[in-house]
Nanobody, 113 residues
């Protein structure tokens, strides 16, 4: 499979989730990997990215709450999400940056009390 995100679910505000994304080695190796999210009616946005060497960049609204990491041996990228808020509700996707293939199936995160 090219890209497969998992780990989403329903969580209360203030809770946490850890997302995983397994990628094919051919597109993962050496690539910057990004986590995106999209809520219905909104544009897809990049929330975090990580270089092959581990340098991470975050969108302002998730700084201090989300942590992106990767396991290059497993071709997997993770997103640890803490202190979740209602506005974090979205479908989360991962993909290399840049990448012009299919986005793959995302994973739904719902933050609700």
């Amino acid at each position: 499979v090219q890209l497969q995100a998992s780990g989403g679910g329903l969580v209360q505000p203030g809770g946490f989730l850890r997302l995983s994304c397994a990628a094919s080695g051919s597109i993962f190796r050496g690539a910057v990997m990004g986590w995106y999210r999209q809520d219905p009616g909104k544009q897809r946005e990049l929330v975090a990215s990580i270089s092959s060497g581990g340098m991470a960049v975050y969108e302002n609204s998730v700084k201090g709450r989300f942590t992106i990491s990767r396991d290059n041996a497993k071709n997997t990228v993770y997103l640890q999400m803490n202190s979740l808020k209602h506005e974090d509700t979205a479908v989360y996707y991962c993909k290399p940056i840049p990448y012009y293939g299919s986005w793959g199936q995302g994973t739904q995160v719902t933050v609700s009390s």
